[in-house]
């Protein structure tokens, strides 16, 4: 556990150790550094082995059916290993998701589980874990916001802006499982965005399930996404670091946030923009908005005002009732707008969304062989978008030093390259310090990595 400089006055003597394991999205690993920030508060420590921890804490995910599947089998696999290794039984506490989802069902199917913690819930997190190891509530247990001493390891970290989602698409469970929408408030998300500076972090991640609508539950007009970028690239100015926007749905691309990103240094030319279709009809049975027009002319301004901008998208395939003409359309489409970086799922059946009882299921196959050549297009686009760097300088912020069979090397990532979901840059030869921001030439790429020297 980081004991940076943020740690707080009020530590109390140890209580215990903890085993995180995190699952899914960077939403999660947020909420486990959260929950990690307020029991290291509480006096507890950190421990990477199942041996040594007096207690486990598993940050679900379930997402799609096979990620609760996956959360499941680790909870399970735990307790196993516990139980293997007859150490003192490892009471296990089940976070996130799968609570939020499946609560009421989970005590009897999981007889393994101490606890169950609904996402919405985690602050609770040093009453649960004191309850279940018979321990006195420290009294800074009832701090709730652990947003302006939260720590984390590394150079990037992720900053939640909103929870939940009130657009029910008809494929997805999030807002089923996160709740409504809400923004949090600006004063919280600057104050954790002080103290990650403080601790080490150079980039600034902003994410939330819907960030382009950031503001739009405040009673005030000029709260805009845009505006809180700006107050962000403020205190990440003196730090010299960096500001990137993920998963900003097309209608929240305003006038506002392209000029804002254009003039604003600290931001970074990368957008985030999951489409998940193009045909209208599709994009219709699925609740949601826009045509392949509309997303050409979206593409298209944000590529004039702001030449070289990167663009990442999302691409839904086999929905129901997607017929072969528009899995080829989607193709057509993704080929035709070259996108830097594209993730493809194939839709997944999930129960209580709208779209697990509609009509003309897509049979299993023909949703993998449209995803497969989805993938393999992304493939080819990703590998040239990134060949295409070759002979440029870029800043390169480094984030650690791997031993490779020619020796050391530094690895690090540039703004074209969002951390833990792109490639990164191996620099075979230099010196430099996890966290600097070095020049580098870029001098070849293969797949989604570069390889560059330092100058
Ligand atoms: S915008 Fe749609 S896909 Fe994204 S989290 Fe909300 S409901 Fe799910």
Request: charged letters at 25%.
């Amino acid at each position: 556990m980081d004991s940076s400089a943020t740690t707080p006055t009020t530590v109390q003597a140890p209580q215990g150790r903890v085993l995180f394991i995190t699952l899914g999205c960077a939403k999660n690993e947020v909420d486990t550094d959260r929950m990690r920030s307020l029991l290291e508060r509480a006096g507890f420590e950190e421990t990477d082995e199942a041996d040594d921890a007096d207690v486990a804490l598993i940050n679900t995910c379930s997402f799609l059916a096979s990620a609760t599947s996956e959360s499941i089998e680790t909870t399970l696999e735990l307790a196993q290993e516990a139980t293997d290794a007859q150490t003192l039984k490892l009471p296990i506490i089940m976070c996130g998701c799968v609570p939020s989802r499946y609560g009421a069902d989970l005590p009897d199917q999981l007889p393994e589980v101490a606890a169950f913690v609904r996402a919405e819930d985690e602050d609770s997190i040093v009453s649960t874990v004191c309850k279940i190891l018979d321990k006195p509530q420290p009294k800074t247990a009832n701090v709730l916001d652990a947003s302006a001493l939260r720590t984390v390891e590394g150079t990037s970290a992720y900053v939640k802006i909103s929870e939940g989602c009130d657009r029910y698409c008809a494929f997805c469970a999030i807002p089923y499982i996160r709740g409504h929408y809400h923004s949090r408030p600006e004063g919280e998300i600057v104050g954790e965005v002080k103290s990650l500076l403080e601790g080490g972090v150079r980039e600034i991640v902003l994410i939330g399930q819907d960030t382009g609508i950031w503001g739009s539950d405040f009673d005030d007009p000029k709260k805009t996404l845009a505006w809180l970028v700006r107050q962000v690239a403020e205190v990440v100015r003196p730090y010299h670091g960096w500001v990137r926007v993920l998963y900003l749905q097309p209608e929240g691309i305003t006038d506002e946030l392209i000029s804002t990103i254009r003039d604003t240094p600290e931001v970074l030319p990368y957008i985030d923009i999951p489409i998940q279709h193009c045909c209208a009809t599709v994009l219709h049975r699925m609740g949601r908005k826009g045509s392949a027009e509309e997303f050409k002319r979206l593409f298209a301004r944000v590529r004039r005002e702001i030449p070289g901008m990167v663009l990442r998208t999302t691409a839904l395939t086999g929905f129901p009732g997607e017929t072969d003409e528009e899995g080829e359309e989607m193709l057509d489409f993704l080929q035709e707008e070259e996108f830097d970086y594209t993730s493809v799922f194939p839709y997944s059946r999930e129960e209580g969304t709208k779209a697990y009882d509609m009509p003309n299921q897509v049979p299993e196959e023909v949703k993998q062989e449209r995803a497969q050549r989805l993938i393999d297009l992304a493939e080819q686009m990703g590998f040239s978008a990134t060949a295409s760097h070759i002979g440029e300088t870029a800043d390169v912020i480094i984030d650690g030093i791997e031993q490779t069979d020619k020796g050391p090397e530094l690895i690090g990532h540039t703004w074209f390259q969002a951390p833990d979901s792109d490639g990164a840059v191996h620099i075979e030869s230099g010196e430099a310090t996890v966290g600097d921001i070095v020049k580098v030439k870029l001098t070849d790429s293969f797949a989604y990595e570069m390889v560059g020297e330092l100058i």
